[in-house]
């Protein structure tokens, strides 16, 4: 009805891969110091295939290279149970340039100021963005983007860092401005200008972590496009806003 059965498990050790050498290729445009920051691979010291998959991914993370390939090349023969090996790094960048545009269509309501019953309407608008992710070889990605509607306008400015001073810290810089046209029975009755502008920073920890903080100014003016001539106090507010945020 049973059986008992002794496992035996013979184990034969391959020889230690020793790191003593690395190689890259495919970085045309990219500095070479960015990519030696990102993969930290230390000459000498014992091959750690962990460490090894951590570097690939920081290499990912920089935005540059849309892949990226780490083989162990063996150098000559084991000695003594050791196996120098070079690590020949294989990346593919990105175009330098991208250039993205569309149509947009959403659901919004046509009079601001009726909560009670307002008229729904498909606002269409058309959407772009140029974007270099690699300027100047330094894996820093700035670019513009705009949208467009009948009653709205935006337009950005964005720059991005995929470190902060050698540190793995992602930057955002953006700067914006845009206009919305406020309506009450199909007019126009205010118009309402923002310009603004933000910074945040992404802390990426190993185990999943990510602790995010940033700070945004934005300076609102909202005025009457068609003010009546008679009336001595027209519509014409500037609000200051700052906000703080974290997570």
Known sequence: DAAIVGL?????????QMLREVVT???????EGIVDRALR????????????????????????FRAVDIQAVPLGEPVEGE??????????????WRVRYGVQADR?????????????TTR???????????????????GASTLIERDFQRGNLFFSNASFFGLPVRSNVTAYRSRENLRFESEVFAV??????????????RRGFEITYGYRFERNRTFDPDPN???????????????????
Do not use: C, I
Not at 8 to 16: D, I, W
Not at 25 to 31: E, L, P
Not at 88 to 96: C, F, S
Not at 192 to 205: A, I, K, L, N, T
């Open 25 to 31: 290729s495919g970085a045309t445009r990219t500095r």
């Open 83 to 96: 196996q120098d090996v070079r690590a020949v790094v294989t990346v593919e960048e990105y175009p330098p």
């Open 192 to 205: 309402s200008d923002d310009v603004g502008v933000s910074f945040e920073q992404r802390m990426r920890r």
């Open 229 to 247: 001539p008679n009336d001595p106090f027209p519509l014409d507010a500037v609000t200051n806003l700052g906000r703080l945020t974290s997570a």
């Open 124 to 142: 269409l608008g058309v959407t772009g963005e140029v974007r270099n992710q690699n300027l100047f070889g330094r894996a820093l990605t700035t």
């Open 41 to 64: 691979l230390h000459v000498g010291q014992p091959v750690n295939l962990e460490e090894w998959s951590l570097a690939r991914k920081r290499l990912f993370d920089t935005n540059v």
């Open 8 to 16: 035996a498990f013979t184990v034969v050790e391959g020889p230690r």
């Open 108 to 120: 919004q309501r046509e009079d601001v100021v009726d909560a009670v019953d307002p008229q729904l």
